[in-house]
């Protein structure tokens, strides 16, 4: 009977984290749709998403903190948890990370509006396609899943220093736009960090279903 409350308590903490990943994911995509079409209601939204975001945060901290210290995890059910604390701070990080995308549009919209040369949208769906794989290999427990999404950083990390090099050229050529340019920069540096915190969680997958840690493999093979 013990073990059996147990593994309730570990199908509760999955559910709970996979309802924060949800709020985060939905704060992405809401940011980044108030950043394309000025949007002051979706920013508010994403606002009032942070606090449920936090709020949840702190809710599954003490959950994982009780088993931890009540069940005396071990092997793959201490690893799971372990990787439930660490994707805990990474998702609370990503609500963050919509909110600073939400407070820009806020401070653009009272701005003249200007085509940037950098693709927003596209630098959205992707961020928040990370987001959604690495969730979904949590969801199914799929660690080539999650490796899937650790291979998709390099070119979020490509398309952020394409935007930067871009809008500091606008800065340049037109400098009446400078505003609007570095409101656009600090954006893709969002998504950027979106899609680090996306990584994050698909190494911590890996962790939880392999016991492998790879946290630093790709930047080796790289160096």
Request: negative net charge; proline residues 2%; hydrophobic residues 45%.
């Amino acid at each position: 009977m013990p073990r059996i409350h147990f593994q309730l308590q570990l199908t509760e903490l999955k559910d709970t984290i996979l309802g924060m990943a949800a709020l985060s994911q939905q704060a992405v995509e809401s940011a980044v749709d108030a950043y394309l079409q000025r949007d002051k209601g979706l920013c508010k939204f994403v606002k009032q998403n942070e606090a449920a975001v936090n709020n949840a945060q702190r809710d599954l901290d003490e959950m994982a903190a009780e088993l931890l210290a009540k069940e005396q995890p071990m092997a793959v059910d201490l690893r799971f948890i372990l990787a439930v604390i660490k994707m805990n701070g990474d998702l609370e990080r990503v609500g963050d990370q919509a909110m600073g995308i939400a407070r820009r549009t806020r401070e653009l919209i009272k701005l003249e509006q200007v085509d940037l040369p950098v693709d927003f949208a596209a630098m959205g769906e992707y961020a928040t396609h990370m987001i959604r794989t690495a969730i979904q290999s949590l969801l199914e427990g799929d660690a080539r899943l999650a490796e899937t999404v650790r291979e998709m950083d390099d070119e979020i990390d490509r398309m952020n220093h394409h935007a930067h090099d871009d809008l500091l050229q606008m800065i340049i050529d037109k400098p009446q736009y400078t505003q609007q340019c570095m409101k656009g920069i600090f954006v893709a540096k969002n998504l950027e960090r979106i899609a680090d915190h996306a990584s994050n969680i698909a190494t911590d997958v890996i962790f939880w279903v392999r016991g492998a840690d790879v946290r630093h493999q790709l930047s080796m093979a790289t160096d």
